[in-house]
């Protein structure tokens, strides 16, 4: 059963469940390629501003799509330790991957922000946004990079996530709205019917919108 037609759609059903945190004047961070899309609805519902925090997956060697970890900025790491021993991976074989990944992690952190310092998050409420969790260790990453940074209030919002990984996102965060947790879960794409891949250009184009003044209101006598 599909759940959204696209990113688009998904993001603007996320807004509407938001809403509630509109006063609170949150940061809406995404997290990239594809929550960008749903990130970008979100705060234009909330009139918030819109970044990145760029986390990568630490795929298995032969089954790149595996995640037995994630990276985040501040040299984060999110290790499952069980399903390393299963992949018969040594600590070189993971610090070797991790620091592939933190690379890469530098590098599109460069392309998207374009010199921009990372935005500040102390004692700010912080929506952490994607296009939906499987394992949910990218959003560990980056629930691990924002506390660090102090915010009021950390809140997760995702479209879609299975219940396991939603109730361990949820004891992460202070909050956590994901609109749905099927238990029939074997990848986020399923659950949209159209699924494209995003691409950097796209990303940065939706930064570079956000980022411009909203049109003032128009004064009539």
Not at 102 to 117: D, I, N, P, W
Not at 147 to 160: D, K
Request: hydrophobic letters at 45%; one cysteine or more.
């Amino acid at each position: 059963m599909m759940l959204f037609e696209d990113r688009v759609d998904a993001g603007r059903k996320l807004a509407s469940r938001l809403e509630h945190l509109a006063k609170a004047k949150p940061l809406v961070l995404a997290l990239p390629r594809g929550g960008v899309v749903v990130a970008s609805e979100v705060a234009r519902a909330l009139r918030a501003p819109l970044d990145v925090i760029v986390t990568r997956k630490l795929g298995a060697p032969l089954q790149p799509e595996f995640g037995f970890g994630a990276v985040g900025p501040g040299d984060v790491r999110v290790i499952d330790r069980q399903s390393v021993r299963m992949l018969g991976l040594s600590d070189s074989d993971v610090e070797r991957i991790a620091t592939r990944e933190l690379a890469e992690l530098a590098r599109r952190e460069g392309v998207y922000r374009r010199g921009r310092r990372a935005p500040n998050v102390a004692g700010k409420t912080v929506i952490l946004v994607d296009d939906g969790a499987a394992t949910g260790v990218t959003m560990q990453a980056a629930i691990r990079s924002v506390r660090a940074g102090g915010p009021e209030r950390l809140v997760v919002a995702l479209p879609v996530a299975p219940p396991d990984t939603a109730e361990t996102l949820g004891a992460d965060a202070d909050e956590i709205i994901c609109l749905a947790t099927p238990d029939q879960f074997a990848a986020v794409g399923q659950w949209y019917r159209r699924f494209d891949q995003v691409d950097d250009d796209e990303v940065i184009d939706l930064l570079r919108r956000a980022r411009r003044p909203a049109p003032a209101a128009a004064h009539t006598r």
